[in-house]
């Protein structure tokens, strides 16, 4: 059974890492799937190329984890992978909602997969990508408690280069 665990990681976070961990376990299998959404390019801090390279380092200790970009509709790459389930982590019920209605939408186009929800463990809860981007660009060091040490060396990186 393959799982996706698909997102911007923008860059992926400690919280992200937990959930994949986790889900190691769970699954033989699981390939974090980057979208490529050409009207979002500019929300991205990193580049696709940039973010792929992060996610490889920082998972290359998770031997059943692969690293890949994808464009267009998730459930068409479910297809294309025949990966069946969508791996979808929560940190708070506002996330729960949202996830929710993308998995009854995914289910309806495509019945063969399966949305499996993994919570974040609490002392991740209040990180998120765009919050950990913010602390970062006034510099602080405070994010390597947040992200994985490749998205807090590329961090660093890209708000020096910024200034």
């Known amino acids: 059974m ?22 190691c376990k769970l699954f033989p299998e699981v390939t974090l799937a980057v979208l490529q959404n050409p009207r979002k390019v500019s929300k991205h801090l990193f580049t696709i ?3 792929l390279e992060i996610l490889r380092k920082a998972t290359e200790h998770l ?11 998730l459930v068409d790459y479910m297809r ?3 990966a ?12 729960y909602e949202y996830e929710l209605q993308i998995a009854h ?18 002392r991740w809860s ?11 660009s006034y510099g602080s060091k405070e994010i390597t408690k947040m992200v994985p040490p490749a998205s807090a060396e590329a961090l660093f990186r890209k708000f020096a280069d910024l200034q």
Request: hydrophobic residues 40%.
């Open 2 to 23: 393959k799982a996706v665990f698909p997102g911007s990681f923008d860059p992926i976070t400690n919280g992200h890492m937990d959930v994949l961990s986790r889900a």
């Open 84 to 95: 069946t389930v969508i791996l979808r982590g929560l940190r708070a019920v506002s996330d």
């Open 49 to 51: 190329e940039e973010r």
């Open 105 to 122: 939408l995914n289910r309806q186009m495509n019945p063969d997969v399966e949305t499996v929800f993994i919570m974040a463990a609490t």
């Open 63 to 73: 031997p059943n984890v692969r690293v890949e970009a994808f464009g267009g509709l």
């Open 126 to 136: 209040y990180v998120s990508s765009s919050m950990v981007k913010e602390i970062a």
């Open 80 to 82: 294309e992978t025949k």
